[in-house]
């Protein structure tokens, strides 16, 4: 990594954390007054004044793009200003999925501009999105360096063929350990962690739906991306168990890294891009893969109706999906790339990121990565209040 080090996942309160607090009944109120459950566009589409507006207005989560040697400059922007001539008002004001969301949800209701042509907003709310309306298809004419989105993720159950949506970053969610706390023992799965007596209470999870539930189900066989309410009730029920029993420390959000690193938490579920942070001072702690699946999850750019300058937001996504260009996002920010060919421009460049499998995930690692589902409005209601429920009874 040739630029500062990145906070690790920005923060406590970030996409991974965004529901946390709200707890069951609380989420339900705010899922019903911001949720109509509908399925058509929302108040139309607002003209498009790209050919008059030379500018894009991009909101995005903080720390997640290039930063330069000159405070607050970010070379891959300034490089799309000199080429293309728009100027890219970037904002970091996305701190929370379910935050941003309660903002703009009273605009997009009365059908009006909310003053962004373009965010990255994670998979399980970009569901919510499309559901609602509330986001225009990409016209993929303006953008054909699309083709070179990875395999893996072209296709989701929430966004098939990606008609409303295109990955900014993804990462896994996998298990960190620390080989201290361990005895040098390698903690490779779900089971393991539930049921190995020599971690009982050093063992964090995740107060991410997705992750956590995500990562229990396929321990279980089942596919995230189908799972029925039987389903998504066993997993509770196991994950309740493991709870009763002491296996657990407790719940986090991304705070487990400081007691991962200083031994406290034996192991953990954990995000790749907070591992390969907190790899570069200690190098000896462990992170794998669950060879019956891990989670995968990507932040997406979406535009929606009312944005002013969509074939502008589409000409920006061109520019960061050619591969010279995300390289340079990468070898900054450490996620993993959406982008083919990225990698074989850092090999050249920065060979250390480029050979680092966290960022730049063999096909095999690949192959056994899954997209949590979208769901329903009732189902968000429904699973969310049992997990609130899990974590804080």
């Not at 609380?26 to 008059?52: E, I, N, P, R, Y």
Request: charged share 20%.
């Amino acid at each position: 990594m040739t630029g500062p080090t990145p906070n690790l996942l920005r923060g406590l309160i970030s996409r991974r954390t965004a529901l946390v607090g709200l707890g069951g009944a609380g989420l339900a109120a705010l899922l019903g007054a911001c949720d109509s459950g509908g399925s058509k566009t929302k108040g139309g589409t607002a003209t498009d004044l790209s050919d008059v507006e030379k500018v894009v207005n991009w909101s995005n989560w903080p720390d997640y793009i290039d930063v330069g040697d000159d405070t607050g400059s970010h070379p891959t922007l300034d490089e799309f200003t000199k080429r293309t001539g728009l100027r890219v008002n970037y904002t970091e004001d996305y701190n929370a999925n379910e935050e941003f969301y309660t903002k703009v949800a009273p605009q997009f209701a009365a059908g009006q501009d909310v003053g962004r042509d373009t965010w990255c907003a994670t998979d399980w709310m970009v569901a919510r999105l499309i559901r609602q309306g509330y986001v225009q298809k990409l016209d993929k004419a303006n953008i054909p360096n699309a083709a070179n989105l990875q395999e893996s993720l072209r296709n989701v159950a929430y966004d098939p063929g990606r008609q409303y949506s295109i990955p900014w970053q993804s990462g896994f969610t996998g298990i960190g350990y620390n080989p201290k706390a361990t005895n040098g023992k390698k903690v490779e799965s779900v089971e393991q962690l539930f049921t190995d007596s020599s971690l009982k209470g050093r063992v964090t999870i995740l107060t991410e739906l997705q992750d956590t539930m995500g990562l229990v189900m396929l321990d279980m066989g089942i596919d995230i991306a189908t799972f029925t309410d039987a389903d998504f009730d066993k997993a509770i029920a196991r994950v309740r168990q493991v709870k009763a029993s002491g296996q657990l420390k407790g719940f986090t959000g991304n705070d487990y890294t400081k007691g991962l690193a200083s031994g406290e938490i034996a192991a953990c579920f954990a995000y790749t891009g907070d591992i390969v942070q907190l790899q570069n001072d200690n190098p000896h702690l462990g992170y794998s893969l669950p060879r019956r699946g891990h989670v995968i999850w990507s932040d997406n750019f979406i535009i929606p109706n009312q944005a002013r300058h969509k074939k502008n937001v589409e000409r920006l996504i061109n520019y960061f999906y050619e591969p010279n260009t995300m390289a340079k996002v990468e070898d900054y920010v450490n996620y993993i790339s959406p982008v083919n060919g990225s990698r074989e421009v850092l090999l050249k460049s920065d060979p250390d990121v480029a050979k680092n499998v966290l960022i730049f995930p063999t096909a095999d690692v690949l192959s056994r990565a899954h997209v949590f589902r979208g769901l329903t409005e009732a189902q968000e209601k429904r699973y969310n209040a049992a997990f609130q429920s899990l974590i804080g009874g």
